[in-house]
T-cell receptor, first 110, second 113 residues
Framework: GQQVMQIPQYQHVQEGEDFTTYCNSS?????IQWYKQRPGGHPVFLIQ?????EVKKQKRLTFQFGEAKKNSSLHITATQTTDVGTYFC??????????FGGGTRLMVKP | NAGVTQTPKFQVLKTGQSMTLQCAQD?????MSWYRQDPGMGLRLIHY???????DQGEVPNGYNVSRSTTEDFPLRLLSAAPSQTSVYFC????????????FGQGTRLTVV
């Protein structure tokens, strides 16, 4: 089963509202990656976090890695219709290949 | 630069049929992997390869075979298709195992009837 849990599974927001998705693991992660998949598309890499407590920003997107390196979040400020899609976190569990969370599907009402 | 190319994009199979999903990358990546995506389940790892001649099982390997005879190609074989294998399949490649981004192909939407 999934070793990286992601919540919520779905989120409807009004355009302009903020959005946050959370990624949690019971084990310490070496890193965390975030991907975005547009409807009908394929996952596209957004960012990687490696350090405890790390925060990175990409325009309206803010990514955080928890102090214990067991959780991460992606926050979008003032959502736009172009933000629609499914956001996945991923990490290497036990040194294996990437394990993905279940994803959060973001829907934005104009 | 094509990146990761998957064929076909769509496929319908009858139960019991076999087929091969093709994946090729032109980035000289050593690491390649196959995932399946089902609603609410995220991406689950089927098989992966860390280089030519080396493959290993992922989370959901049953019913699938892989081989890696060249760095560029990593085909996925369905031995005897079952309705439970209806899914979207993604091939991915990366420069190393976990510390660099994974590049995904466009996906193959497979329906088994």
């Amino acid at each position: 089963g999934q070793q990286v849990m992601q919540i919520p599974q779905y989120q409807h927001v009004q355009e302009g509202e903020d959005f946050t998705t959370y990624c949690n693991s019971s084990t310490t992660l070496s890193n965390i990656q975030w991907y975005k998949q547009r409807p009908g598309g394929h996952p596209v890499f957004l960012i990687q976090l490696v350090k405890s407590g790390e925060v990175k920003k990409q325009k309206r997107l803010t990514f955080q890695f928890g102090e214990a390196k067991k959780n991460s979040s992606l926050h979008i400020t003032a959502t736009q219709t172009t933000d629609v899609g499914t956001y996945f976190c991923a990490s290497a569990i036990g040194g294996n290949m990437l394990t993905f969370g279940g994803g959060t599907r973001l829907m934005v009402k104009p | 630069n094509a990146g990761v190319t998957q064929t076909p994009k769509f496929q319908v199979l009858k139960t019991g049929q076999s087929m091969t999903l093709q994946c090729a990358q032109d980035m000289n990546h050593e690491y390649m992997s196959w995932y399946r995506q089902d609603p609410g389940m995220g991406l689950r790892l089927i098989h992966y390869s860390v280089g030519a001649g080396i493959t290993d099982q992922g989370e959901v390997p049953n019913g699938y075979n892989v081989s890696r005879s060249t760095t560029e190609d990593f085909p996925l074989r369905l031995l005897s298709a079952a309705p439970s294998q209806t899914s979207v399949y993604f091939c991915a490649s990366s420069f190393d195992r976990v510390n660099t981004e994974a590049f995904f192909g466009q996906g193959t939407r497979l329906t088994v009837v």
